[in-house]
């Protein structure tokens, strides 16, 4: 189990959704749900809530969910549909966490790490997204998400991000982590940044950075922070289905002086921590 959404729901819950792949090679994935009172220990329920071939845009897997409480009260869950097609961006929405409905995908095309901002922007819902290899921002008038993506372009350029600290190498790809967190000076944007180390997929590094980007116009990047916040260095993430991976799909406001962070560790576990708001000067 790994890369997983979670959100603090109207009953003070943490909800999580969860990838769980049941292939040896990673390639077949369901979504799981787990709940917690406090965001740290969690209640697994035993079978999955989203299953790989619900539609027919999903019969190779449902990966990567990331959650966003909607203006019309509904939670959505922005999801890579795998099918023979290739893998589109797929999105759900829910009430309960136990019952789905179906709302498309923005584009037929190649594409994954998607999220919407979690309140419009004027008149618009404004859409992250990653067709390889940079970050792209689209938008749409119509608040049911279901059609009308337009305005679709580059937001930020992998080559824009940091160095491997181990080789200097600029990153192959970059994406968004977890939904934009909106906060005083800018709406907060955890990334994730995959570097080549080697000629195969295994000497690849997937490790955490940030942008911060302007409130009232989201195209515009106000900030890039220099350097990876999260690199993978303990053996959970070192060691696993695919080794070196530090990959998120979720950050979380309580309202503390913190906010929690979720990322799977090597496409094997999941793993949590806390990231200081006295240390985002650029946020706070």
């Known amino acids: 189990v790994f890369n ?17 792949a049941w292939t040896e090679d990673q390639s077949m994935s ?9 965001g740290t220990k969690w209640y697994v329920l035993d079978k999955p809530v989203l299953k790989c071939g619900m539609n027919d845009h999903c019969t190779r897997g449902i990966e990567d969910p990331r959650i966003v409480k909607w203006i019309d009260g509904w939670k959505y869950i922005f999801t890579t549909a795998c099918s023979p097609a290739g893998c589109r961006v ?17 584009f037929n095309q190649e594409d994954k790490n998607a999220s919407i901002f979690p ?35 580059i937001l930020v350029e992998k080559d824009e991000f940091y160095r491997s600290p181990n080789t200097e ?34 000497n ?28 993978p260095t303990e053996k959970y993430e070192i060691i696993g289905a695919v080794p070196v991976v530090c990959f998120s799909n979720a950050v979380v406001d309580p309202g503390g002086d913190s906010l929690y962070i979720y990322w799977g560790g090597a496409d094997t576990v999941i793993c949590g921590g806390r990231l200081m708001k006295k240390d985002l000067p650029m946020c706070y």
Not at 210 to 230: A, C, D, G, Q
């Open 4 to 20: 997983c959404g979670v959100i603090i729901d109207d009953d003070g819950l943490y909800k999580m959704l969860f990838r769980a």
């Open 30 to 38: 369901d979504c799981g749900l787990a709940l917690s009172i406090e």
């Open 90 to 106: 797929g999105i759900w929405r829910t009430k309960n966490f136990f019952e789905y409905e179906w709302i498309g995908i923005p």
């Open 119 to 153: 309140e419009p922007i004027g008149a618009w819902a404004y859409l992250l997204h990653r067709k390889a290899p940079h970050i792209w921002i689209s938008r749409t008038k119509d608040l049911t998400l279901r059609s009308g993506w337009q305005d679709s372009q």
């Open 169 to 202: 190498n600029l990153p192959a790809k970059i994406g968004i982590a977890g939904p934009p967190v909106k906060t005083p000076k800018g709406w907060l944007v955890i990334i994730h940044a995959i570097h080549d180390q080697g000629e195969n997929m295994f």
């Open 204 to 231: 690849r590094v997937y490790s955490l950075g940030f942008m911060v980007l302007n409130l009232n116009n989201p195209v515009k990047v106000e900030y890039i922070y220099p350097s990876p916040i999260l690199w």
